[in-house]
């Protein structure tokens, strides 16, 4: 944890970090007895023709729930459907948690071999929609059409996390073809890579437009790169997408690359591990391998009390239970001991204005927190720019009374959202 | 599932700088050491005791507050400490007990707790206490009358006061360096200008007050003496005489600070701290107070939520839709 300095009287500066040019360490995770895969539909959408328990999977293989044109899932393994359930997810979300036994003799399934590769837009929804780093490459995929400029994040959204660096220094050549396999997908007209100055050289041997990034939290979000890089700024309330800009990790690249240049489905994601004492280690693991196997092969233990965070230590998520698996969109597992974890408060905010000076957004955090506090969302998003937040978290990072504005942020946008939809529906 | 270990669950960011109101507030306290300890050192006891009793009441206050109100206790916070301890900076070594009791009592409970407790004051509860004491009992705050039994070996006079009724030619009898070094009569801690610098610095270089108010609250004072020296140099003292003398570099540093009562934007901050210091000479030199700087910046606190109102342009607000 990265404590404020003596002499504090600045905004906070938070330094991603930035592996150099020798740096190709990865731990590679021997598959476990078990993977579990998390699907974004509920339990009661699975018909049982297409999936139930006792079913046996292959590698690699495209698994719908309801309808072979529906959304569907990798499996990440060979083996044995052993347990379907509900998983309560993020914000309440209704998910089905899909267990598989997995078996050692590996068979690869065919269909997406079988089906030519050719390396169109339709193949890609239909076999890459969930790559290792875009979950949603479909529907990037989908909307591709209205995009003019795609972003290659070559740097990672949060602190500590060096997956997508580790990409371009270590698997410059499969990042190369794949930015040719994202150009034919997506007719793209504009490509860039997004950089941090270390990788650079290494970044321009792939050939594309490369572009410089202050390696400086939060300048490595969208947005940010949007308005300091692209000279766009997004308008509150808008996407990226919306502008024309879509962004893609540089590891959905260079998966599209294993997935055409070998007639295989990428299963393997590489995330960051970040121990109790901070320390940061690569690590190459299944899609579907629960945190506690990541944990065992580590030797790492953690005790009542700890917390355990997918994703970076500003904008992730914690998890309540171990069994949780990485995703296609875990970019970091951590760990936090009990003893340096710092908790929020309830104390009302004392307008110290610490919050003001972090925002890159310029918000009125300190009145943004005062409305929100008190439910009134609307005026929040009218008056004090609600919607105009990025989601880089250093609001509450430096607030003196420990208020929880982050989520205060993330809860004021939800419930807007939900205010919106139901005036649009009495509408 | 006794063998389930239970993990901690809560919202991100998942760091935190370390900054707490509790390191805020005993950064104050350690930043207003000179200046109480000069104080005391030239008071003896007495001024002591009146520290020691006005922080213990405020304290006091806070915790019956707590409890009459049902709130969590807040008093290990430091914020009443902080309120006791700039209410005892402010006063004559010899204000009697009950004056302290009933200052605290204003500064605490109807300065802050009314309001809903830290954060939620409009005003600078020390300064409400003062500006309260000052108007209800007219010779409390005098510290000619106060002081008058002390012998402290220098022209003892209330600076501001000899100002008001002796006009331009008192100035003479302070040195700068005098002033600066705290020979001059005045509250407990407000006297030792090197000492209010020294605090005032450490805690705008450690960010614990924010940089724009100070600075642009004595620009203000600076400027507008300097206008009014000008204009008639017979009629008003010039402007280092006014930034060392009464309560202006207290104020700068310790009282138009406060968190709650200031703006927080930096066009803001800087127009507070200006403003304050106009308004503190304007009432020096032709007000009917002996020093303005506590209803100067009562009343900035009050435009403070308007002031605050200007602000830089949120990112992506008014940005044509490409």
């Given at each position: ?27 590679e995770l021997a598959l476990g007895?078990k993977v579990i895969v998390l699907f974004g539909k ?8 297409f999936l139930?328990?006792?079913n046996r999977v292959k590698t690699g293989q495209r698994l719908s729930l309801r309808d072979a044109d529906d959304e569907y899932f990798i499996s990440p393994a060979t083996g044995t459907v ?14 089905t948690?899909i267990s598989i036994?997995t078996e050692?003799d590996e068979q690869w399934d065919d269909e997406f071999r079988n089906s030519g590769g050719t390396v169109s837009s339709e193949t890609a929804v239909k076999f890459l929609g969930r790559l290792p780093g875009c979950s949603s490459f479909a529907s990037f995929v989908k909307?591709a ?7 290659i ?10 997956t997508n660096?580790?990409i371009?220094?270590?698997r410059?050549e499969a990042l190369?073809e794949g930015i040719g396999y994202l150009r034919r997908i997506t ?61 893609i990790s540089s590891e959905a690249v260079a998966s599209l690359a294993d997935a055409f240049g070998q007639g295989r489905i990428p299963v393997h994601k590489i995330f ?11 690590i190459k693991a299944r899609i579907g391998t ?35 698996p990485v995703s296609e969109d875990t970019d ?96 | ?322």
């Amino acid at each position: 944890m990265i404590k404020k300095p003596f002499f504090g009287w600045g905004r906070p500066k938070l330094k991603y970090p930035v592996i150099q040019k020798h740096e190709t360490d990865l731990i590679e995770l021997a598959l476990g007895k078990k993977v579990i895969v998390l699907f974004g539909k509920p339990c009661s959408d699975i018909d049982e023709g297409f999936l139930k328990v006792g079913n046996r999977v292959k590698t690699g293989q495209r698994l719908s729930l309801r309808d072979a044109d529906d959304e569907y899932f990798i499996s990440p393994a060979t083996g044995t459907v052993t347990e379907i359930s509900e998983h309560i997810g993020y914000l309440g979300v209704n998910q089905t948690s899909i267990s598989i036994k997995t078996e050692k003799d590996e068979q690869w399934d065919d269909e997406f071999r079988n089906s030519g590769g050719t390396v169109s837009s339709e193949t890609a929804v239909k076999f890459l929609g969930r790559l290792p780093g875009c979950s949603s490459f479909a529907s990037f995929v989908k909307a591709a059409p209205t995009l003019d400029t795609i972003v290659i994040k070559g740097i990672d959204e949060d602190l500590l996390i060096t997956t997508n660096q580790f990409i371009i220094n270590s698997r410059t050549e499969a990042l190369k073809e794949g930015i040719g396999y994202l150009r034919r997908i997506t007719d793209a007209k504009r490509i860039i890579l997004v950089v941090p100055p270390a990788l650079v050289n290494k970044a321009e041997e792939t050939g594309t437009e490369v572009k410089v990034v202050d390696p400086v939290y939060p300048q490595g979000l969208p947005e940010m790169v949007m308005k300091k890089l692209l000279d766009r700024t997004v308008p509150e309330g808008k996407t990226c997408e919306q502008m024309g800009v879509g962004f893609i990790s540089s590891e959905a690249v260079a998966s599209l690359a294993d997935a055409f240049g070998q007639g295989r489905i990428p299963v393997h994601k590489i995330f960051a591990l970040i121990n109790k004492q901070g320390l940061c280690v690569n690590i190459k693991a299944r899609i579907g391998t629960p945190v506690k196997d990541v944990l065992g092969f580590l030797d790492i233990h953690t005790y009542a009390g700890d917390r355990l965070v997918l994703g970076g230590p500003m904008r992730g998520k914690s998890i309540y239970s171990e069994d949780t698996p990485v995703s296609e969109d875990t970019d970091a597992i951590m760990i936090q001991d009990k003893e340096r974890v710092i908790l929020y408060s309830d104390t009302p905010c004392l307008n110290c204005g610490e919050c003001v000076r972090a925002c890159p957004a310029n918000l009125p955090v300190n009145m943004l927190v005062r409305v929100l506090e008190n439910g009134l969302y609307e005026e929040a998003a009218q008056e004090y720019d609600l919607l105009s937040c990025i989601e880089c978290g250093l609001c509450a990072y430096v607030c003196v009374a420990r208020i929880p504005v982050y989520q205060f942020i993330m809860l004021g946008k939800y419930e807007f959202e939900k205010l919106k939809s139901a005036e649009e529906l009495n509408a | 599932m006794p063998d389930q270990k239970l993990l901690l669950g809560s919202p991100a960011p998942f760091w935190h700088n370390g900054s707490s109101i509790k390191a805020r507030s005993y950064n104050i306290i350690l930043a207003s050491i000179p200046a109480v300890v000069a104080g005391i050192y030239q008071y003896g006891t007495p001024a002591l005791g009146v520290v020691s009793l006005s922080i213990s009441f405020a304290m006091l206050w806070e915790l019956l507050m707590n409890l009459a109100m049902g709130r969590d206790l807040s008093i290990g916070d430091g914020n009443a400490a902080v309120i006791g301890l700039m209410f005892a900076m402010l006063i004559p070594a010899t204000t009697p007990w009950w004056a302290v009791l009933t200052g605290t009592f204003v500064a605490v409970v109807v300065g802050k707790q009314i309001f809903g407790g830290i954060g939620c004051n409009l005003l600078n509860p020390a300064l409400v206490a003062i500006a309260i004491l000052m108007l209800s009992w007219e010779g409390l705050l005098n510290f000619d009358e106060a002081l008058v039994n002390y012998d402290l070996g220098f022209y003892a006079a209330y600076p501001l006061g000899a100002l008001k009724h002796h006009g331009v030619s008192s100035v003479g009898y302070y040195s700068p360096l005098d002033l600066l070094l705290g020979r001059q009569i005045g509250g407990i801690g407000s006297t030792f200008g090197l000492g209010l610098i020294i605090g005032g610095l450490y805690l705008m270089l450690r960010g614990h007050i924010r940089w724009e108010i100070p600075i642009s609250f004595l620009v203000g004072i600076f400027v507008t003496s300097l206008i009014f020296n000008m204009a008639n140099p017979d009629k008003y003292a010039g402007p280092v005489f006014h930034l060392l003398t009464g309560y202006t570099l207290i104020g700068a540093f310790f009282l138009a600070t406060e968190d709650s009562s200031s703006p927080v934007n930096f066009v803001a901050m800087l127009l507070y701290g200006t403003m304050a210091g106009i308004l503190t000479i304007l009432i020096r030199n032709i007000g009917f107070f002996l020093d303005g700087t506590v209803f100067a910046i009562l009343m900035l606190n009050v435009a403070s939520p308007l002031l605050d109102k200007i602000r830089p342009k949120a990112m992506g607000k008014g940005v044509d839709y490409a």
